[in-house]
Nanobody, 124 residues
Framework: QVQLVESGGGLVQAGGSLRLSCAASGRTFSRYGMGWFRQAPGKEREFVAAISVSGGSTDYATSVKGRFTISTDNAKNTVYLQMNSLKPEDTAVYYC?????????????????WGQGTQVTVSS
């Protein structure tokens, strides 16, 4: 069992930056692929970024590529999402998720554990 807790959300102006963190419980964190998803009001939860268990493979949604960076610190059991050049359309609740398969996947159904989410609001 893995428990995930996100933090770092908040209100920021367009063009600003935020770094989201997702702290995981359990000693097997380093065996999981990790992903970030987001859900805006009235919309489906969508893929943002993912990283494989080795850290050697990452994937990004087209809308965030070049602006967001996903990374992990296995010593801290934490995955990060660095978000730069934020836009109002990035406003959403951001969720982290863990995949026992260890790969960097865009598919929500592949993820076994989910956090409760953290709100990110970007003002224009």
């Amino acid at each position: 069992q893995v428990q995930l807790v996100e933090s770092g959300g908040g209100l920021v102006q367009a063009g600003g930056s935020l770094r989201l963190s997702c702290a995981a419980s359990g000693r097997t964190f380093s065996r999981y692929g990790m992903g970030w998803f987001r859900q805006a009001p009235g919309k489906e939860r969508e893929f943002v970024a993912a990283i494989s268990v080795s850290g050697g493979s990452t994937d990004y949604a087209t809308s965030v590529k070049g602006r967001f960076t996903i990374s992990t610190d296995n010593a801290k059991n934490t995955v990060y999402l660095q978000m730069n050049s934020l836009k109002p359309e990035d406003t959403a609740v951001y969720y982290c998720a863990a995949d026992q398969g260890g790969i960097a996947t865009r598919l929500k159904s592949w993820y076994d554990y989910w956090g409760q989410g953290t709100q990110v609001t970007v003002s224009s």
